[in-house]
């Protein structure tokens, strides 16, 4: 899939079909996760996959929306350690796990955490954010809209509204 048709295209899935992801697919996400650029090049995350169906429903009840991590074929806890940009790092090791899950058709979801410490004790460390992956329940096919069309069809704010030029 093209790059900018993938970031077009991509909305959040909080609702997953009951159907697994291959090895390889998990694989990649992860890989992408793995490969995304940070400051210094420190890498500074750790993915913990929830596996155990009783770490799931501990991470459930430590997110703001546990239907999404119940319902969801992959469950990631997403640790950053370090000081300085490392949130900014967080965010790019994230939205590349998510973009490599929706070139194979894989939806995800980020999960804010509403409960702390509940979830460190199910990860071994604060976790910054769970991600959820999943085939979505309602198809969606990015090829069946341009880049331009899914860009025009996203609930954002102008182009004019959020670029300036100086």
């Given at each position: 899939?093209?790059?900018?048709?993938?970031?077009?295209?991509?909305?959040?899935?909080?609702?997953?079909?009951?159907?697994?992801?291959?090895?390889?697919?998990?694989?990649?996400?992860?890989?992408?996760?793995?490969?995304?650029?940070?400051?210094?090049?420190?890498q500074p995350w750790r993915f913990v996959v929830l596996e155990d169906r009783?770490?799931?429903?501990?991470?459930?009840?430590?997110?703001?929306?546990?239907?999404?991590?119940?319902?969801?074929?992959?469950?990631?806890?997403?640790?950053?350690?370090?000081?300085?940009?490392?949130?900014?790092?967080?965010?790019?090791?994230?939205?590349?796990?998510?973009?490599?899950?929706?070139?194979?058709?894989?939806?995800?979801?980020?999960?804010?955490?509403?409960?702390?410490?509940?979830?460190?004790?199910?990860?071994?460390?604060?976790?910054?954010?769970?991600?959820?992956?999943?085939?979505?329940?309602?198809?969606?096919?990015?090829?069946?809209?341009?880049?331009?069309?899914?860009?025009a069809r996203a609930k954002r704010k102008p182009f004019d509204e959020v670029?300036?030029?100086?």
């Amino acid at each position: 899939m093209d790059a900018f048709l993938a970031i077009a295209s991509k909305r959040e899935v909080r609702r997953y079909a009951d159907r697994p992801i291959p090895e390889d697919v998990e694989r990649r996400i992860l890989e992408a996760g793995r490969v995304a650029g940070s400051s210094k090049n420190r890498q500074p995350w750790r993915f913990v996959v929830l596996e155990d169906r009783e770490a799931v429903e501990r991470a459930a009840e430590a997110v703001w929306a546990a239907d999404n991590v119940l319902g969801a074929a992959l469950v990631v806890g997403l640790i950053v350690r370090g000081k300085g940009p490392v949130s900014f790092d967080a965010g790019r090791a994230a939205q590349n796990m998510m973009l490599a899950a929706w070139n194979d058709g894989v939806g995800s979801c980020p999960n804010g955490i509403s409960d702390a410490e509940g979830a460190e004790r199910i990860a071994g460390a604060p976790v910054s954010i769970v991600l959820t992956f999943g085939y979505p329940a309602t198809p969606h096919d990015p090829a069946a809209h341009t880049a331009e069309e899914w860009s025009a069809r996203a609930k954002r704010k102008p182009f004019d509204e959020v670029v300036k030029n100086v």
